[in-house]
């Protein structure tokens, strides 16, 4: 019953292929992240759709474009990928307060664990 | 735009003792504060998270404080255990419409047997 499902767990790939990173929540959230992780293992926001709505792109380059297919998927492709693409990249979810506006727990995804060669 | 700046980067703590890992945050209208934990080949784990209409917030051995006024905001783990061992992120969130997290850097904290 894992609440953020991500796969693959692992990725290796040739620079310049196109992947793909897919993402499935069942907590029933309304809203859906992308986090990336380098190296250095700093954490930074790329994505943010809110049913199925893109609401929060981070100045990601468009070679990265994710895609909501309903509320509980959230699905990242790349294009043309690129040696510093190597990263963990995390899928998150929450579920946004609308009457307060408050925002409940993100839980975390286990990580897509990506090496460009 | 929001700036979060956690300190130590590293921690090495025996066990049975205190651990303290401080954060500092940029933009005012931020008003959740939630501190991650991430064992290695995992994602980061929600431990204790506190709102600005409150001070401090215990869960246990885990307490975290809330200075809105200085902007500062710290994690406090008592009775450390070797399996406290992990990187833990604190993150600043501002009630719009984004509702993204902006993370510290991290710390790595080792607690020695």
């Known amino acids: 019953d894992t609440a953020v499902s991500q796969t693959p767990k692992y990725l290796v790939t040739q620079m310049g292929n196109d992947k793909s990173i897919k993402c499935e929540q069942n907590?029933?959230?309304?809203?859906m992240y992308w986090y990336k992780q380098d190296s250095k293992k700093f954490l930074k926001i790329m994505f943010s759709?809110?049913?199925?709505?893109?609401?929060i792109n981070e100045t990601v380059p468009n070679r990265f474009s994710p895609k909501s297919p309903d509320k509980a998927h959230l699905n990242l492709h790349i294009n043309s990928l690129e040696l510093g693409d190597s990263a963990v990249y995390f899928c998150?979810?929450?579920?946004?307060?609308?009457?307060?506006?408050?925002?409940?727990?993100?839980?975390f995804g286990p990580g897509t664990r990506l090496l460009v060669l | 735009g929001e700036n979060v700046e956690q300190h130590p980067s590293t921690l090495s703590v025996q066990e049975g003792d205190s651990a303290v890992i401080k954060c500092t945050y940029s933009d005012s209208a931020s008003n959740y504060f939630p501190w991650y934990k991430q064992e290695l080949g995992k994602g980061p784990q929600l431990i204790i998270d506190i709102r600005s209409n409150v001070g401090e917030k215990k869960d246990q051995r885990i307490a975290v404080t809330l200075n809105k006024t200085a902007k500062h905001f710290s994690l406090h783990i008592t009775e450390t255990q070797p399996e406290d061992s992990a990187v833990y992120f604190c993150a600043a969130s501002r009630p719009d419409s984004s509702y993204k997290l902006i993370f510290g850097s991290g710390t790595r904290l080792l607690v020695r047997p």
């Open positions: 759709y809110n049913n199925k709505e893109l609401i």
């Open positions: 998150a979810s929450s579920q946004v307060v609308r009457t307060s506006g408050n925002q409940e727990t993100q839980y």
């Open positions: 907590l029933g959230h309304d809203t």
